[in-house]
């Protein structure tokens, strides 16, 4: 069964920590993606990645960066937390071409910053 | 990214009836569509997708309807089950580009 496996379901930190959201998956996908979903404002694309050392920013990229060093692994890095960080954060990973196409989701990190 | 709204649309159905989610997409040059469902505490599954040639498809209990005049989506689900209760959103592609565009997504409750 394919996977996207993000390393923490729930995580609380403080104000001002610096925190590392990690996602991989088995797949072999080109693509890799991190969403933030809040209430009534639906899935909103933070940064994305089309290959390995690559990154672009996504509609609210402020106050986060990325890193893919491998293929497998997109980490997703909030320099100093903030309270308005407070969200269910995504990954996402898809294959680039006609077939099998779509994303395949993560099962999400509920962030909370105190 | 676009603002879609504080208030998050919700559909209640009796359990056995079928269910009609509505999606309008913004894109009149979007030519590949998927429908996800994301259950309480998980990330969105994909449930069914469409491309632009195409008008409707079926799956198992559930059917998408394309109508490109009007740039709308729906999903139909067939005698709704208490296991479909989830928030469904559409997402829509240009030119088989990486990225999708996601609907605010609508929640579905079913009815005992």
């Known amino acids: 069964d394919v996977k996207v496996t993000q390393s923490s379901r729930y995580l609380v930190k403080r104000t001002g920590e610096k925190v590392f959201l990690e996602c991989v998956q088995d797949m072999d996908h080109e693509n890799m993606f991190w969403y933030r979903q809040d209430p009534g404002l639906g899935l909103r694309l933070i940064y994305f990645?089309?290959?390995?050392?690559?990154?672009e920013k996504g509609d609210i990229p402020e106050g986060y960066s990325v890193s893919r060093e491998k293929k497998e692994r997109f980490s997703l890095i909030l320099e100093s937390a903030s309270t308005n960080q407070t969200s269910m954060y995504l990954c996402a990973s898809s294959l680039t071409g006609v077939t099998n196409y779509g994303y395949t989701f993560g099962s999400g990190t509920r962030l909370t910053v105190v | 990214g676009e603002s879609v709204g504080l208030h998050l649309p919700t559909l209640s159905v009796q359990e056995g009836d079928n269910s009609i989610i509505n999606c309008a997409y913004s894109?009149?040059?979007?030519?590949?569509f998927i429908w996800y469902k994301q259950e309480s505490g998980k990330g969105p599954q994909f449930i069914i997708d469409i491309r632009s040639n195409m008008d409707k498809r079926q799956g198992q209990r559930v059917t998408v309807l394309l109508n490109k005049t009007v740039k709308h989506l729906s999903l139909q689900i067939a005698a709704t089950q208490p296991g479909d209760s989830a928030v469904y959103f559409c997402a829509e592609n240009i030119n088989y580009g990486q990225n999708f565009v996601f609907g605010p997504g609508t929640r579905l409750s079913v009815l005992p």
């Open positions: 990645s089309y290959d390995v050392k690559m990154k």
């Open positions: 894109n009149s040059a979007s030519d590949y």
